[in-house]
């Protein structure tokens, strides 16, 4: 069985040999950790995510979800494929913005098991290497 050759440290000047299968350097790697911990401290303290959080602690969302769940307990997506796959999140259709009647309305909202409500907020967020969808102000 071939074995792979190690590699450099992918931080920019540092000649540090790494195992094939990691990136970084082990003091690199505890660095580039704690900028993806201060990246996200920093996404998580501005007003309006704070706001928005705000919205989903709420007594009104938690109701509406759970209403939602019992009226709707399958995968919208995975049952267009015809497979019955219980809904664990409610997705809002059209990102609310922090707008409350979009985020409590009813027709707004749709059931979705993890892995689908995972693959359609990182496409419309950004995640997974996707451009993120354009962002239209809401009145």
Known sequence: MAIAPKKPCARPGCYAIVDHKTRWCDYHAREEEQLQRDAARRRA????ARRI???YDSTRWRNARVKHLTAHPWCVHCQRQGVLVPATEV????????DWHL???PTNLQGLCKCCHSRKTATEDGGFGNAPAPRTPHL
């Open 91 to 98: 997705d809002h259709i059209t990102p609310h913005r922090g």
């Open 45 to 48: 303290s501005t007003p309006e």
């Open 103 to 105: 985020f409590l309305s």
């Open 53 to 55: 959080k705000g919205m």
